[in-house]
């Protein structure tokens, strides 16, 4: 096996060995990978974050040893809340997601300019992404898709979540609408076992999800109340409880 640590500020990850291909997620500057194959100038890779699997360029990420694998995953993670800058002493620098792994600039190289913001809850970091338009497969606050957008803010918030809805929705307990509170996840589907929405519970009975852009709307038993439209968009299916 041959591991990787990704030392640019963004990379996608497609679903097949092909700058055409779909992109299916992205991997953060600092986040670590396990190589599983290659073809030609790509690599089939697994996150060592969320386990997501995918194709990415062998020119995306720095090569690494497994020892230095192992040091690097058992290091405390810390992780920007804001875009932020990052540099080395060839004055090569980057403007990173918030979002990325900053805990490893060192590891890198790398020194980091500090302007994160201390968000007090996942609320006041959900709605740092209000208005960022959707992306299939994105997760920053420059285009992200439903799944994307609640992991990359709970992973902010310091838990780690998995990449798509439906594995997101077997993560927590169980509880119901009327007992949920800010930082709940609600799921959306034609049925319990085919979800493909999700969104982040917030005050009022509220919802902040990804659809078109970043947005808020009302949440009622039926599902998502469209405050422009007044209309049922999704159809709920589960609310769980991921933090106390």
């Known amino acids: 096996m041959e591991y990787g640590i990704v030392n640019l500020n963004l990379v996608p990850v497609r679903k097949k060995n092909n700058a055409k ?11 670590t990978l396990e190589v599983v194959s290659k073809k030609n100038n790509w690599c089939l890779v697994i996150s060592s974050l969320d386990n997501y699997k995918g194709w990415v360029r062998t020119s995306h990420f720095l090569s690494i040893t497994k020892v230095d694998y192992i040091k690097i995953n058992r290091k405390e993670k810390k992780f920007s809340s804001t875009d932020i800058l990052v540099f080395n002493e060839k004055f090569k620098d980057y403007k990173v997601p918030a979002g990325s792994m900053i805990s490893n600039c060192k590891y890198l190289g790398f020194s980091c300019i500090f302007n994160d913001k201390n968000f007090h809850s996942l609320e006041e970091i959900a709605l740092s992404f209000l208005n960022s338009p959707y992306l299939w497969g994105g997760k920053t606050k420059f285009g992200t898709d439903c799944s994307g957008f609640v992991q990359s803010v709970f992973k902010i918030y310091g838990k780690i979540l998995p990449r798509d809805s439906y594995q997101q929705a077997l993560v927590g307990t169980e509880i119901n609408l009327e007992d949920s509170k800010t930082g709940d996840l609600a799921f959306f589907g034609k049925k319990i076992d085919s979800i493909t929405h999700v ?30 439209s007044k209309k049922i968009s999704h159809e709920l299916q589960s609310v769980r409880r991921i933090v106390n």
């Open 21 to 31: 291909s779909e992109m299916i997620s992205q991997l953060f500057f600092g986040e």
């Open 199 to 228: 969104g982040i519970v917030i005050s009022n009975n509220r919802i902040i999800h990804s659809s078109g852009k970043v947005r808020i709307d009302n949440i009622v038993n039926e599902g998502i109340l469209n405050v422009d």
